[in-house]
């Protein structure tokens, strides 16, 4: 059973324990938690290390009275386990590996999800994700908005199917997982019209090179928001919600002002003059939730602590409830971080050679070591390896290192002029031929990638994917 989620600000504990052929390496094992918060809008992670029987216990924040969470295991960290949390209850699940470190059984108390929903949910996704026709691609750049928007909702029918054909997952589970995967498949693919009409071309024409003439959208385009019927508080259980939240509020086409210091009430009316004929509705939690969701933008992209003004807009509005539990105690998390952020520094480079970017990059921080880190505002794994880094970074701010953050315009630049505030240090938006030399001169494939120099200037390590917090805290200790 997968319950209608109320918001509350609350504090639920996950306990259990992990079991294998081999628990002797219990000490180096470790449980990793994805909790979204979708009030707040963002994912909050958390690791809980294992003790030699085996046994684990952490308490993580929730924002509603129930929460759908992901759980995994370093034994086997490709498979994700759906968590049913209660808000001020104790969650406890004990996971048994085979020798080859499948699960064999799982034990979770109270009994509040099937097997089959924790084990199958997510990989269900998954499945869903990576479903291609059988067909070849269809050229959708050269047609109108509403033929891509009909060939967007053709590909969701189909994708579903998969879903749907699940006979072991329960009818709950299956409607919260419908609602998360179309959130899913239109914020990859149907948000940025721009991008997906020049992915579309790339894949269904020979001529790679010619730009084609992409048609402009208006407002009208997001005429879709209508189908998903968002002021259902099913939402609150999807992964991808609190994302296409960020996206509505920072589209640009649609143009939401920000919220600053306005007051709720004069907010949501602007807001709703462009956005409820879109949506279907005027009125219901949806639009609290929205207003919510800006106040997260400004903590979680800026990391920027609310005003005084803010804070009594914000009791003003909605006194003593829920959504401003939540807000505050978020607040008084940023308010510690914010203590610790430098400010970004965003250097102009387009006029050296593509050849001479590290180089002059490594000049400018002589004496120091360098940490380079090659990202994207698209990037969900470049921004959740910055994220873990923050504590690190904060414990190395008073060493000769400097931390150097190189993008491109695959990178909107007012996005990315957002993003920087909440990353701080040194910031160089490149060039394309810029950023390909890099790219190819270092082998890089994927971001996010890095290159560490020591206080010579000799490239030590250059790597892809964010190992974690030790191995990077260890590479950089041993140049300091």
Known sequence: MVETPDIKAGIAKITGRI????????????????????????????????DRSGKFSIDVDVETVISLIGLHTSLNPEKSLLVK????????????????????????????????DMTRGIDVIGKMIESRPDRAPKPMYNKSTADFLNHAKTVLSERLVILNN??????????VLSKDF?????????????????????????????????????????RFLKDFKLNDPQYLNCFTFHEVQLEILQNEILG??????????????????????????DDGQYYDILAANAYGRQLNEEV????????????????????????????QQIVELDKFKSPAVVNEISSVPDDKII????????????????????????????KQFRGTKNELRHKDIAFVYLTNASSPRKLWEEKIKGIGSEHYYLKDTQWEYIMNHFEFKYIPSYLLYNKEGVLINKFSAFPGNEKVKEMINGLL
């Open 359 to 386: 180089e002059t990059i490594i000049a400018k921080h002589k004496g120091k070591v360098v940490f380079i880190d090659l990202w994207a505002t698209w990037c969900v794994p470049c921004l959740d390896a910055m």
């Open 304 to 331: 920027r602590p609310l005003t005084e003004k803010q804070k009594e807009n914000i009791v003003n509005y909605w006194k003593e409830g829920e959504i401003a539990k939540i807000l505050f105690r978020k607040n």
């Open 19 to 50: 079991t294998s052929p081999n628990d002797a390496n219990n000490d180096s094992v470790f449980v990793n938690i994805t909790v979204p918060h979708p009030i707040s809008g963002e994912f909050v992670k958390y690791k809980a290390f294992v």
């Open 166 to 175: 699940d006979t072991l997952i329960s009818k709950e589970l299956k409607e």
């Open 182 to 222: 179309h959130l899913f498949l239109y914020k990859a693919h149907v948000f940025d019209y721009k991008d997906e009409m020049m992915r579309n071309y790339r894949n269904t024409n020979k001529d790679k090179n010619e730009n084609p003439d992409i048609q402009k959208i208006d407002r009208s385009y997001y």
């Open 85 to 116: 949390l209660t808000s001020g209850g104790v969650t406890n699940i004990d996971i048994a590996y085979n020798s080859g470190f499948d699960i064999e059984n799982i034990d979770i108390r109270p009994a509040n999800m099937t097997q089959n």
């Open 256 to 281: 939401l002002p920000e919220i600053g210091e306005s007051d709720i009430p004069s907010w949501l009316a602007s807001v709703k003059v462009i956005l409820a004929d879109l949506v279907g509705f």
